[in-house]
């Protein structure tokens, strides 16, 4: 047959596609939800940086570290394929962890969101 090629295809698609909404759709309303005015520019320039520059920082290094240290990756012509699958592993961990993790800070967000807003709407309220 045709094997996983299409699967993976779609599924890479798919995942790339709906990725992209979290920022426009979960991050950035929440943000200017909780976040006083007087420092949400501060704030969102803040996590954009730290949100970008993370997996560009430990992204590489680490893929290498995990398939070198860990997979045994050893540069030969005579390993390709056992180097293919380290290194494919090893992006494969580097991806999925941290997407794992931010499913579970995602979901987190339906626990506490509702607090969030009301210490917000307290704090905007005029004491009398």
Known sequence: GRGPTPVLAAAL??????????NPGVDRPLWSELVP???????????RTIAETCGTIFGGPLVGYISVAILGYKPSQDLQQGNAESLG??????????WAFCLCCYSAIHCTYPKDCRSEVSRLLPKS
């Open 89 to 98: 592993t090893a992006m494969l961990v580097c991806t999925m962890l941290p």
């Open 13 to 22: 698609f798919s995942f790339s596609l709906l990725a992209l909404w979290c």
């Open 37 to 47: 005015a007087y420092c949400r520019g501060k704030i969102i320039g803040w996590w």
